[in-house]
């Protein structure tokens, strides 16, 4: 059970929203409603077991991960393979926002004061993860285990004592720190508010899924430890759920009116009526805060890699796709950043607004996934055993495609209006963008492909310009770069300065024409436009777009120096002359101009010295 | 006067909640507080009065526009010019993120259900007045006029209408809407508590150095024109504050507890309480909420305008520095929409919470602009008249200097810990910016200055690496391009996928080897790198980095072929791999290697038929 902590922190940390969600909808039930949440509890605990047989299949079937998209994909075809990923994908957002949300909601209900402040406290934790993740910084296996056995071992602490007081007091105890008093009832129970109830508590068993991805990072026998992980997870959230929902009722705790001051969450009224508020009661909040933007953090390292999967099928940008770098996650991480963080502001960084969302992601991924097993059975057997196994593993998975598949419904319908829509919109909108893209790649595959031979003959070579603001190592270097390429080049000054020019002017006579004419070599020679309002981008068009008119069989290749100074702050001081020229260029779509990017690396003062002429 | 429109909204605008501001200091007094305002409100318009007094004579004497950067830097030095441009960029963010956070106020006061929504409200609009700028949307003179004009002539009437009814009752009109009841004295009067109420309401003057930065734009006589404009607005203004100031205490409206349920700003109270809430209320209420989106407007056409004077005298990147296109503005817009944002955020969208940091930055531009023409007048006479003349205008300024330098420290001090030494880090940290940034580019200067001659001998055509995936229009016109440059061609092809290999290697013998044959040219070589994870920058850099060893003479030229779109989404479906490509190229600092992009234009499906070998 190794991979506790690592792949367990996104299933166990819902315990901290998963049974405060139905209570939350269970308010206006008054007192009462905690005798609900019991028999709610009991229905989830129930279809965590279907899933968790469900995904103790797909482990086994599936040894080098078996995420949604893959499974869906590969068994059931690409269309619903896109819809699991556009489900994984809001899926991953929400746990980043639900994460950080429901962590504040722990810091806040430890110190109240800071409950007005609800929403920066969010935004600043998110961009705090965020920065770590664009940092590439890795969490240590021991950063994430402290938290998390923490986590366990508090929670459990909490609840044997709570238990142990229960029953010492035959169901009645007293609290050590009352419970703010639940108000009276406003509604009677109806069936449907308890399936709305059932609906957001389903958010509990969001992330079980992690430990089916990440099988291949077991130690050998990986299946079999994998397996062992996940009942270890399984077995240990039941518990926790359990657990909260008994104590609940016993010590007559509700939830709070969410987002309004005197917020309390139902984890921190549970600790603070069985522990009070001493030593044990911080610690466990801090590791619930802990685990909470941990397993928001799982969404930044899985939203990227799900990303790469769908971009080398060709349904997102080929940047996506490209394996290991820093730089490329870089676009997942801020494409993850920022979306949470619409989320965030949207919903007043409330985790009970966001809950709609979540579970519709999360449970459309499920059952797609378990389908696909189902699918996945009737094709193949399992390994090394009869065709009534395989039968039998179908029925197992068929059971949980139907438990998960009919609790999508309920959270559907229960859900719809208070922001399921939202998922549902987005999820369309996500597929039909994946639809798009592969549709414009294809279609841009044909416009190039080409059956028709080099033609290796008229390869006069190009007309070369080069940029010259004044006479530098910069200019030399590219200078003699553009007289290897060809004998035909133009040094172009745009002059916004008549002194800089006579100076200009003067240094090409003796650095340029003197030592070219020495050597028995054609001098570049120099061209100059006036710009007196010192616009760069016009006038250099104008001079490529005459020069592409007058030579009409030539092609031409600009030749731009660009300053490189590897620092962290070289794109905000730099670099960007050289790219908006070849932006100009590309837009004007000069068939024959091509950019020829001579880099000058900057040393700063060390490098300093003349050098030799590169 | 038909500047007004344009160089008056920032001026008028501040008649919204300057006023208010100070109310709000004087909420702990009362109702005895309304008294207060009259006599802070007169200290206001008499420092109003010194100020246009001096702006006038800056608009004699910098025709083409004198803005405080100019101003300070021309005559006081380089140090204080920095220290105005700082003051005023903040000033700017500030005019974004007040001009929001003021017109929610007011769209608030109309509909209280709105209130708990303040801060996303201000979010989304700030997010519609960016996009609408980075649509490059110019504001018509229409646009700008109707709500102008509206909101000025509704203010009028209503304070018209408020004067004649309070006159009829003898000084006691009776509300036709009652203002909220004013909360009992909490605190007493003390010389203190005035201090910052006179601090926070002189943000009702910022915004009127706006004319004296457009003079340029009048047309002849200009100095006479503008100079008018500005009487007009002035005036207007002062009408206005004294107007407020006085009916609200003949009412008895004081400010409610800003960002809190109940919230209503002064300026609703008080014409619900002069015209009652129907008609002239919703159309009064509009005009203010539609000018102080406007006048947050024109913190972002300032905004850019301003960093370009600064990158101009290389305080700044030089991206800020290119005239004209869009493309350039892109990035102050960004950096205000970003700043404001944040700014709004973190004082979750009141008012109240941003007018300590408003405050500063523009007192500070103010100061340093009047004492810059004091010195002016020391050095210059005004035209054709006499050196008395120019001792008076000294005198003139210098009143102006003394005045908003006493408000300057007042401000200061009554606000430092609410929030005034916010402004005051960021001018520092943005002082010590600007030198940063000039210190770095001169010191490249001199790393590349250089008075060494062009070596023109040894210069041999650089070996050739041109990317290839398969043989298409985009191969053939990079290889063409590749073997104008040079004889020396390597095709490089880095292969994850063996099938896709093979038939290249096929294609490369029928379309390339042969023809180059046939046509006795050296064929480029085809080379081919494994890459069984699909890793394409890695085994790439390993390439070049092996050629750079064993070729020590020879410069590399790396032909990266790039597909271009002319499409808006072109950014985010293609380019990134030869951006890529050059950045960790550049990253690796290999001197002798030099990147060649070589575009291919995508037509779409009109272009989609052959066409000649390019
Ligand atoms: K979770
Ligand atoms: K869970
Ligand atoms: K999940
Ligand atoms: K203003
Ligand atoms: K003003
Ligand atoms: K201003």
Redesign the pocket.
Known sequence: AAGIPMLGL?????AA??PEAALTILIVLGAGGTTYANPITLLIVILLALVYFSYRQTIAAYPNGGGSYTVAKENLGVGPGLLAAAALMIDYVL?VA??VSAGVGALVSAAPELQPYTLTLCLVILGLIAAMNLRGARESGVALAVPTYLFIASLFGVIAVGLGKALASGGQPSPVVPPPVVPAATEAATWWLLAKAFASGC?AM??VEAVSNGVAAFREPRVKNAQRTLTAIIVILAVLLLGIAYLCKAYGIGATEPGAAGYESTLSQLVGAVAGRGAVYYVTIASVLAVLCL?ANTGFADFPRLCRAVALDGFLPNGFAHRGRRLVYTEGILVITVLSAVLLVAFDGVTDHLIPLFAVG?FLAFTLSQIGMVVHWLKHRPEGQSRAAAKWAAVVNGLGALGTGVALVVVLVAKFVEGAWVTVALVATLVALFVWVRRHYRSVAREVASTTPLAATNLNPPLVVVLVRGWSRVTRKALRMAMRLSPNVYALHIAADEQRLLALEEEWEKYVTAPCLAAGVAAPQLAVVTSPYRRLYGPLMEFIGDMVKTHPNRHIAVVVPELVERKWYHFLLHNQTAALIKGYLYFSGLERVVVVNVPWYLKGDEGAGEKAPA
């Open positions: 996104d299933a166990l940390s819902s929203y998963g746990v639900v994460g958010t969001t992330g397993s999360a």
